[in-house]
Nanobody
Framework: QVQLVESGGGLVQAGGSLRLSCAAS????????IGWFRQAPGKEREFVAA????????SYADSVKGRFTISRDNPKNTVYLQLNSLKPEDTAVYYC?????????????????WGQGTQVTVSS
């Protein structure tokens, strides 16, 4: 069993920054891919970013490329998502999720463990 807990969300003005954390417990996720997804009210959950097990491969949605950065600290069993230059359209609940193995995939069904989410609200 893997438990994932997100933190770091909050209310920020447009142009501001936040750093989200995804802390894993129960077992190591050092050999797994970790993805970040988000879901806005009335919309489907969408892929934001993902990082391979070793951290050498990352992938981003076009909408966040150049503004968000994903990283991981394997000794701490934690993955981070740095959100810069935030826009009101980034408002959503952000979730981290685990995919067993090292390959990055973009669809939600590829990930088996999910956190409870953290709310990010960007005001204009």
């Amino acid at each position: 069993q893997v438990q994932l807990v997100e933190s770091g969300g909050g209310l920020v003005q447009a142009g501001g920054s936040l750093r989200l954390s995804c802390a894993a417990s129960g077992r190591t996720v050092n050999y797994d891919t970790i993805g970040w997804f988000r879901q806005a009210p009335g919309k489907e959950r969408e892929f934001v970013a993902a990082i391979s097990s070793g951290g050498s491969i990352t992938s981003y949605a076009d909408s966040v490329k150049g503004r968000f950065t994903i990283s991981r600290d394997n000794p701490k069993n934690t993955v981070y998502l740095q959100l810069n230059s935030l826009k009101p359209e980034d408002t959503a609940v952000y979730y981290c999720a685990r995919r067993r193995g090292s390959g990055i995939l973009f669809y939600t069904s590829a990930y088996d463990y999910w956190g409870q989410g953290t709310q990010v609200t960007v005001s204009s």
